[in-house]
């Protein structure tokens, strides 16, 4: 038997946190690869829940270790050109006084100069205020 499954449309899946220190700054990181702030998140790979994936991202790119809460946002992100639409997740990722990356570095897609670099440096970090605050 053929699993029906298997023939539907696929989707892109990215996850991610949303994480703030005491006063409501949310934590944004500026990624080398593109000229915007954004909050941390990855790419959901096979057979990874989204949780797992805002997990490993974080422990990835900021070197810290989280324990995500609530879904807090289901996002569409329509197609544009060289990208297929998606879905972003965003989850809970608490308040705390301790948002600053545990080490210098960072993964390797996030502070290269460009794919396939081979020099990375460190991601920049910051906390911003909610818009309007």
């Given at each position: 038997m053929?699993?029906?499954t298997a023939?539907?449309p696929?989707?892109?899946?990215?996850?991610?946190?949303?994480?703030?220190?005491?006063?409501?700054?949310?934590?944004?990181?500026?990624?080398?690869?593109?000229?915007?702030?954004?909050?941390?998140?990855?790419?959901?790979?096979a057979?990874?829940?989204?949780?797992?994936?805002?997990?490993?991202?974080?422990?990835?790119?900021l070197?810290?270790?989280?324990?995500?809460g609530?879904?807090?946002?289901?996002?569409?992100?329509?197609?544009?050109?060289?990208?297929?639409?998606?879905?972003?997740?965003?989850?809970d990722?608490?308040?705390?006084?301790?948002?600053r990356?545990?080490?210098?570095?960072?993964?390797?897609?996030s502070?290269?100069?460009?794919?396939?670099?081979t020099?990375?440096?460190?991601?920049?970090?910051?906390?911003?205020?909610?818009?309007?605050?």
């Amino acid at each position: 038997m053929t699993d029906f499954t298997a023939t539907l449309p696929r989707k892109r899946i990215g996850a991610g946190l949303l994480m703030t220190d005491l006063t409501g700054r949310a934590l944004l990181v500026e990624p080398v690869y593109k000229p915007d702030w954004e909050l941390p998140r990855g790419v959901v790979e096979a057979d990874e829940s989204p949780r797992d994936t805002a997990i490993r991202e974080i422990g990835e790119e900021l070197g810290l270790a989280v324990s995500p809460g609530r879904l807090l946002v289901v996002d569409w992100v329509p197609p544009r050109e060289g990208r297929t639409e998606g879905l972003m997740l965003l989850f809970d990722g608490g308040s705390s006084t301790r948002r600053r990356p545990a080490r210098s570095g960072c993964h390797p897609m996030s502070c290269a100069a460009g794919p396939g670099a081979t020099d990375s440096k460190p991601s920049n970090t910051s906390l911003h205020s909610p818009l309007g605050a």
